[in-house]
C-alpha cells in the first residue's frame, strides 16, 4: 500500500472514480461528501493525506483547509479546485495546502502527487521524532546517535572501557574514531593519567619511531635534548594510534616488541624505559586484508584486535544525520550569534538523502557553512554547500510499471556499479567482491560507464 487517502467532495461520483482509480495504483481510499462528516472520521482513524474539493457547499475546501492545517499539521492537504488559476493556487497554498490540482487532472499525476505528499508527511514525522529525541539523552559524552548501530557502539564502551585490554576501532574516515577511544578513556580507571594521540599516517617515517619510542640527545641532527616518547608520555594513561594501517613495515615489530615487553628503547640509547598504558588503535583500512597480502603483521594486528569496534558510515545511520545536524546547528548558532533554529523541510530532506562519504565530519562542515552564509532563521536549500544542494539520488528503478522511469540493461548496470562503489566507500577490491567480477572486469566497466570513483585517501 503506497498510502492511507481520504477524500472529500461533495461530488459522490468524482469520489468514487477517485476511488476506484487510485486504489488500482495501490492506495488505500475512503471518501467523505462533506467537511463535517470528514471531521468526524478524522479524529478517529490516521490517514496520510486528506484531498479535498475547493467548490463545495456549506464550508468552503479553503476554510476546511485551514482548520486541518492547523489542528493537524501532520497531515497534507491538497486542494483540488476547477479553476486552474494561479489566484486558486495561491489561495490555497497560503491557507497551509500542502500542493494544489486541477480536476482536470491525470490519475498518474495525481498518484505522483500524492507519493511526494506521504515522503513530506514522512519526513516531519521524522523531524518531529528528532525533536522529541533532542530533549532526552542522545548518546554518550561527545558522541551522539539514537540508531541500534549507535546504540550498540555505546553499550560496548560502556562495558570495556575500565579494562586495559586492547581495542581496535575500525571504521570510515570521520566517523568519530578518536570520540569513542576518548570515551574509552574518560571512563576507565586511567581517566585522570593523559590521554595521548598520535596520527601514524601523518608523520613521516624518519620521525615516527622518535616521535613514539623518544630520543637521546645526539642521536640524530636536530636532537640537542633528550626528549620522552609518546608511549612515556602517556604512562598509566590511554595512547590511541591513530590510522594504525598506515604504519611503516619497518617500524611493525619495533612496536609489537614494544606493545609485548612494556619497554620502549629510545632512539640513541641502550636503555629500555618502561611504560603502562592502555593501547588503542584505529583505521579506516581493512587490516584482515592488508595482513592477508603481507602488508601489516598478523601478530601484531592479533595484539590490537583483542576487543574490535566498528563505527557505521553516516548513511547507515538513518535519523541520526538531523540529530547530529541540529546539534551543529545550535553549536555554530551559538558561536556567529545568528538566530538560525531549525530547517526547512527541503534542507532535511536533501540532509537524509546525501550519502556522506566524508560522514560526520562532512556533516558538520556542511552545516559549519550553511549557518555561516543563511540570511533566514531556518536553513535553506540555497544555504547547503553546491554539492550537496545539487545532489540527486542515483536510485535503481526496479518495481516501477511506469514506461518513462523504465531504463536499459547499460544504464541499470552503471547505476548499481556506481551504487555499490558509493556504499564501499570507493574500495574497488570489496565492490568487486561484492559484485562477483575481478577487479580488471571492474575497472573495464569504470571505463565503459565514464565512473570516476578515485578517492586518494584510500589505498584498495
Same mark, same amino acid.
Given at each position: 500500500m503506497r498510502g492511507r487517502i481520504i477524500v472529500i467532495d461533495d461530488d459522490q461520483g468524482m469520489c468514487e472514480m477517485i476511488e476506484t482509480g487510485l486504489k488500482r495504483k495501490d492506495f488505500d481510499v475512503t471518501w467523505r461528501t462533506s467537511a463535517r462528516d470528514a471531521d468526524a472520521i478524522l479524529g478517529q482513524e490516521e490517514y496520510d493525506v486528506v484531498l479535498t474539493d475547493l467548490q463545495m457547499p456549506g464550508e468552503h475546501g479553503l476554510k476546511l483547509c485551514r482548520r486541518l492545517v492547523s489542528n493537524r499539521p501532520d497531515i497534507p492537504v491538497v486542494v483540488v479546485t476547477a479553476f486552474s488559476s494561479m489566484e486558486s493556487a495561491v489561495a490555497a497554498l497560503r491557507a497551509g495546502a500542502y500542493d494544489f490540482v486541477s480536476k482536470s487532472f491525470d490519475l498518474d499525476t495525481l498518484a505522483l502527487l500524492l507519493d511526494r505528499a506521504i515522503q513530506h508527511r514522512q519526513l516531519l514525522e521524522r523531524i518531529r521524532i528528532l525533536s522529541e529525541t533532542v530533549k532526552g539523552p542522545i548518546g554518550?559524552?561527545?558522541?551522539?546517535?539514537?540508531?541500534?548501530?549507535?546504540?550498540?557502539?555505546f553499550d560496548l564502551v560502556k562495558r570495556v572501557a575500565d579494562l586495559d585490554s586492547s581495542v581496535l576501532i575500525a571504521g570510515e574516515s570521520g566517523t568519530g574514531k578518536e570520540l569513542v577511544a576518548r570515551a574509552l578513556h574518560h571512563h576507565s580507571h586511567r581517566k585522570d593519567a593523559p590521554f595521548v594521540a598520535v596520527n601514524c599516517s601523518a608523520i613521516p617515517e624518519a620521525l615516527l619511531e622518535s616521535e613514539l619510542f623518544g630520543h637521546r640527545r645526539g642521536a640524530f641532527t636536530d636532537a640537542r635534548t633528550d626528549r620522552e616518547g609518546l608511549f612515556v608520555q602517556a604512562d598509566g594513561g590511554t595512547l590511541l594510534l591513530d590510522e594504525i594501517g598506515d604504519l611503516p613495515s619497518s617500524l611493525q615489530p619495533k612496536?609489537?616488541?614494544?606493545?609485548?615487553?612494556? $619497554?620502549?628503547?629510545?632512539?640513541?640509547?641502550?636503555?629500555?624505559?618502561?611504560?603502562?598504558?592502555?593501547?588503542?588503535?584505529?583505521?579506516?583500512?581493512?587490516?584482515?586484508? $592488508?595482513?592477508?597480502?603481507?602488508?601489516?603483521?598478523?601478530?601484531?594486528?592479533?595484539?590490537?584486535n583483542v576487543i574490535q569496534m566498528v563505527?557505521?558510515?553516516?548513511?547507515?545511520?538513518?535519523?541520526?544525520?538531523?540529530?547530529?545536524?541540529?546539534?551543529?546547528?545550535?553549536?555554530?548558532?551559538?558561536?556567529?550569534?545568528?538566530?538560525?533554529?531549525?530547517?526547512?523541510?527541503?534542507?532535511?530532506?536533501?540532509?537524509?538523502?546525501?550519502?556522506?562519504?566524508?560522514?560526520?565530519?562532512?556533516?558538520r562542515n556542511c552545516i559549519e557553512h550553511s549557518v555561516a552564509v543563511t540570511l533566514h532563521d531556518k536553513l535553506v536549500l540555497d544555504d547547503l554547500p553546491e554539492k550537496i544542494a545539487g545532489h540527486t539520488d542515483s536510485h535503481l528503478v526496479l518495481t516501477t510499471n511506469d514506461p518513462m522511469e523504465l531504463v536499459s540493461m547499460d544504464e541499470m548496470e552503471r547505476r548499481y556499479i556506481t551504487h555499490v562503489l558509493s556504499a564501499v566507500n570507493g574500495n574497488k577490491t570489496t565492490a568487486a567482491n561484492v559484485l562477483g567480477m575481478d577487479r580488471k572486469t571492474l575497472y573495464r566497466k569504470l571505463d565503459k560507464y565514464g565512473i570516476s570513483m578515485d578517492n586518494p585517501s584510500r589505498e584498495d
Open positions: 554518550f559524552d561527545n558522541l551522539a546517535g539514537n540508531s541500534p548501530a549507535m546504540q550498540r557502539v612496536l609489537l616488541r614494544a606493545i609485548e615487553q612494556r $619497554m620502549v628503547r629510545p632512539v640513541g640509547d641502550i636503555k629500555e624505559v618502561s611504560f603502562d598504558v592502555r593501547i588503542i588503535a584505529s583505521t579506516n583500512r581493512d587490516l584482515e586484508s $592488508m595482513v592477508a597480502e603481507g602488508n601489516f603483521r598478523e601478530d601484531l594486528f592479533y595484539r590490537f563505527l557505521p558510515p553516516l548513511r547507515s545511520r538513518g535519523n541520526d544525520v538531523l540529530l547530529l545536524a541540529e546539534r551543529f546547528l545550535k553549536e555554530f548558532a551559538s558561536v556567529t550569534g545568528k538566530n538560525v533554529v531549525g530547517f526547512s523541510s527541503p534542507v532535511a530532506h536533501k540532509l537524509l538523502s546525501y550519502p556522506w562519504p566524508g560522514n560526520v565530519r562532512q556533516l
